[in-house]
């Protein structure tokens, strides 16, 4: 059985017990979480984010500049108005350059990314500070909503803050 088996084993469990069907598309909440891809961190879990809340954006060390194409879609299409960046403590992308990654992929894949930016990080804090930074000086983002980073603890489940723009 593959993964994917097992995934529609477990939604004919939670189809059956579904009933939010009638929400509207726009977030209810306004808002849209940037978050790291990390499989333990759970935002809507760890944020108390129902379905039908928020935008919950997701990728490698939860980047802006990776999100801002859902970013613009989700402020200027569908409502929402803050925005909030979580990383967490021991990301994958304290643990790599652009140069470890860009000599593993030609290892083993023989194409040649160098000079590729995936946006690892050395400093989880400045991570997000930087985030916060990009969207206050993007012109794709609006400049008078609240725009705020945090950091989710793997260990303990906390969120703390670290900037709030
Ligand atoms: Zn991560």
Redesign the pocket.
Known sequence: MSRFDEFLVANETFAAEFTVGDLPMPPARKVAVVA???ARLHPEKALGIAIGDAHVIRN???RVQDAIRSLVISQRLLGTNEIVVL??TD???LTFSNDDLAAKVQADLGVDVSGQDFYPFPDLEQSVRDDIAYLRESPLIAQDIPISGAIYDVTTGKVHEVVRA
Do not use: Q, R, Y
């Open positions: 790291c891809m990390d490698a060390g939860g990383h967490h990301c994958g992308m």
